[in-house]
């Protein structure tokens, strides 16, 4: 019996599809296509050069609304360096403030 569940939950896991976030290089792309970007995948991994050294990369995972975060977070705004700008405004997951 035990086999048979083994077998069925391995079955059931193997088969249930990966969700690979898509990565991106935010200084590629416009400002309007990284929104659209977010909008049509919903959460994304962006990179871009350090603002204090740009021999460094950063990275982040940016959401397209709250629904994209884990539970008991929000999508608070923030900015990334995008082609055609400085600071295109984007949203990333956050902690929700307690107040305990």
Known sequence: MRKVVLLTLMAVATSLPANAMSR???????CVK????LKLEGAV??????????KLTLYETYASDSGQCE???FAKPSWVPSQDKKRCRVRVCADQASDY
């Open 24 to 30: 991106y290089d935010a200084t590629s792309h416009t």
């Open 45 to 54: 991994v962006l990179r871009y050069p350090s603002p204090r050294d740009y």
């Open 34 to 37: 990284i929104q659209a970007i």
């Open 71 to 73: 539970y008991g977070q």
